[in-house]
């Protein structure tokens, strides 16, 4: 059971946008930033999104993140067939001596 | 490039205790407001964070698994290492090493292709 809650899918078709939320609490989310991973199995994670909206260089800008209260959201759109993948947020968690906490991942499918 | 690369058994017996290494190519450990992590993915697919190891040799754990996990490093060889005790077949993971940046080493930019761990008789 994850800390952070993300739906186990999102679909689109490609040119959408599609929006994948990560749901938290006032000890995760509400007070600390959100980063985004995007990963292919096999591969090492990679980094799409940090404190809640700054990208990575290299990462297009049709990739946005968001955040109000406790719940984050990552935007993919122009959507492409290469953005198919599983795609995870995470953030500090001030609870229990702090910690980093993960949301349980949404597999994104391109139809 | 920063680069880094995990390093270890790939099976492990249960009660035993897990070794892995994480060699970094083209960035010092020891230097930078970085923060050398230990992530792994669990057979469900979640990722969990087990802590780090920061440029000063600080250390952070996740409440989770502290009792069981040691960090060191050997700056010599530019290496970070992870010991894992009193394993259990929930032990069994992809085990991913990466660097971490950000306020709290939250968010990781450049990671190792992770090693399969299997905890098994």
């Known amino acids: 059971q994850s800390v952070l809650t993300q739906p186990p899918s999102a679909a689109g078709t490609p040119g959408q946008r599609v929006t994948i939320s990560c749901s938290g609490s006032?000890?995760?989310?509400?007070?600390?930033?959100v980063s985004w991973y995007q990963h292919l199995p096999g591969t090492a994670p990679k980094l799409l999104m940090f404190s809640d909206n700054q990208r990575p260089s290299g990462v297009p800008d049709r990739i946005s993140g968001s955040k109000s209260g406790t719940t984050a959201s990552l935007a993919i759109s122009g959507l492409q067939s290469d953005d198919e993948a599983h795609y995870y947020c995470a953030a500090w968690d001030d609870s229990v001596s702090g910690h980093v906490v993960f949301g349980g991942g949404t597999k994104l499918t391109v139809l | 490039q920063v680069q880094l690369q995990e390093s270890g058994p790939g099976q492990v017996k249960p009660s035993q205790t897990l070794s892995l290494s994480c060699t970094v190519s083209g960035a010092s450990i020891t230097s930078g407001s970085y923060y050398w992590s230990w992530l792994r993915q669990l057979p469900g697919g979640g990722l969990e964070w087990i802590g780090y190891?920061?440029?000063?040799?600080?250390?952070s754990y996740n409440p989770s698994l502290r009792s069981r996990v040691t960090f060191s490093r050997d700056t010599s060889k530019n290496q970070f290492s992870l010991n894992l005790s009193s394993l259990t077949a929930a032990d069994t993971a992809i085990y991913f090493c990466?660097?971490?940046?950000?306020?709290?080493?939250?968010?990781?930019?450049?990671w190792g292709q992770g090693t399969l761990v299997t905890v098994s008789p």
């Open positions: 990466a660097r971490g940046l950000c306020l709290y080493g939250d968010c990781f930019d450049c």
């Open positions: 190891i920061s440029h000063s040799g600080d250390t």
């Open positions: 006032s000890s995760n989310i509400g007070s600390n930033t």
